[in-house]
């Protein structure tokens, strides 16, 4: 088949790997682009969402949010806020925040928090090799 037509492509091309979800991804991402690209036509004026301001924050060690939180300032609610990618558990205490994962956090706390993770560490290390 020699054409660059999508619409033929995604009806008459029957190669092993392009399936229902590659089939429908590109046409999918055009809609979406197109509809970002003239919203106003689709639904009139609309008023924007202010961006969220954020740093960022990487666990070198897997730690509990609510720790980490209370030494930073920082509710609990507010970072589930921030972080709508990660699961709940995590904000509820119910898992440890995993080492590698990387959290937003306010604006100029980066640093708090890299340092509360870092004691926290710490101290439990210290309690550890204290058993």
Same mark, same amino acid.
């Given at each position: 088949m020699q054409t660059d037509d999508i619409g033929v492509i995604a009806k008459q091309y029957r190669g092993g +790997?392009? =399936?229902?979800? +590659? =089939?429908?991804?590109? /046409?999918?991402f055009l809609a979406a682009l197109e509809v970002a690209n003239h919203y106003k036509d689709y639904f009139g004026e609309i008023t924007r969402l202010t961006p969220v301001v954020y740093e960022t924050f990487t666990a070198?060690? +897997?730690?509990p949010l609510s720790q980490l939180s209370e030494r930073c300032g920082v509710d609990l609610?507010?970072?589930?806020?921030?972080? /709508?990618?990660?699961s709940k558990v995590f904000f509820l205490g119910s898992k440890p925040f995993p080492a590698g994962?990387?959290?937003r956090v306010p604006v100029g706390l980066s640093t708090a928090f890299a340092e509360a993770a870092q004691n926290l560490s710490e101290e439990n290390t210290l309690k550890i090799s204290a058993q």
């Amino acid at each position: 088949m020699q054409t660059d037509d999508i619409g033929v492509i995604a009806k008459q091309y029957r190669g092993g +790997s392009y =399936r229902f979800a +590659s =089939r429908n991804f590109y /046409p999918e991402f055009l809609a979406a682009l197109e509809v970002a690209n003239h919203y106003k036509d689709y639904f009139g004026e609309i008023t924007r969402l202010t961006p969220v301001v954020y740093e960022t924050f990487t666990a070198q060690t +897997s730690l509990p949010l609510s720790q980490l939180s209370e030494r930073c300032g920082v509710d609990l609610e507010t970072l589930e806020e921030m972080n /709508p990618a990660y699961s709940k558990v995590f904000f509820l205490g119910s898992k440890p925040f995993p080492a590698g994962y990387t959290l937003r956090v306010p604006v100029g706390l980066s640093t708090a928090f890299a340092e509360a993770a870092q004691n926290l560490s710490e101290e439990n290390t210290l309690k550890i090799s204290a058993q």
